[in-house]
């Protein structure tokens, strides 16, 4: 109850793609779900965050979709360029607990 | 913005000495300071919360005597591995809150600890 699933483990798109990570959870008492962007070598950054009762956010060129009822959230990335090409954790947390998912290594190819 | 300083950044050490990492958050207290551990091409496992001025709670699996977690102060955590191990190398990153949940946190850089 206490995972988050997150697909696909690594992803290559070229300049310009919008690449897509979902993931999934299974404990309804989530009530944040933050993604992270690490670059090799360095801690995580929080990217972007959203609560259940919105369906979708948008911050520059990244956006969340949240299905509440399928217990689903993604992450698109627009116009995605090489910089971009780093390991995206989605994660969920309610109260003290942080989950995160197995991470989704993402190369952009200029 | 907030930020959260490690360090070290990396560290050496013979099998069987002990190693401190600190976590500092340096513009905000931190009521709450998180413990993560990451393998290689891994994701972050969670450790061990630490709250200003108690005991830590560590999670299921993780040995409260090998890995001492003191959380003196609202800016401090330390981490100590003790006895280290060649098992024990990993990347460890602390994060604080400054709400005291694990809503908004801040990441530190990370240590590499290699054991020799």
Redesign the interface.
């Known amino acids: 109850q206490q995972q988050v699933k997150q697909s696909p483990q690594s992803l290559i798109v070229q300049k310009g793609g919008i690449p897509i990570i979902n993931c999934a959870y299974e404990n309804t008492a989530f ?2 779900f ?1 993604w ?1 962007q690490q670059f090799p ?6 990217l972007i965050a959203i609560r259940p009762d919105v369906s979708e956010k948008k911050e520059g060129r990244f956006t969340i979709s949240f299905n509440k009822s399928a217990k689903q959230f993604s992450l698109h990335i627009m116009d995605s360029q090489p910089g971009d090409s780093a390991t995206y ?1 989605c994660a969920a ?11 989704t ?1 993402l190369r952009v190819k200029s | 913005g907030a930020v959260v300083s490690q360090h070290p950044s990396w560290v050496i050490c013979k099998s069987g000495t002990s190693v401190k990492i600190e976590c500092r958050s340096l513009d905000f207290q931190a009521t709450t300071m998180f413990w993560y551990r990451q393998f290689p091409k891994q994701s972050l496992m969670l450790m061990a919360t630490s709250n200003e001025g108690s005991k830590a709670t560590y999670e299921q699996g993780v040995e409260k005597d090998k890995f001492l977690i003191n959380h003196a102060s609202l800016t401090l955590s330390t981490l100590t591995v003790t006895s280290a191990h060649p098992e024990d190398s990993s990347f460890y990153i602390c994060s604080a809150s400054q709400s005291g949940g694990a809503n908004v946190l801040t990441f530190g850089a990370g240590s590499r600890l290699t054991v020799l």
């Open positions: 009530d944040y933050p992270y070598g360095k801690g995580p950054a929080l954790f947390s309610y109260g003290n607990k942080l989950v995160f998912g197995a991470g290594i």
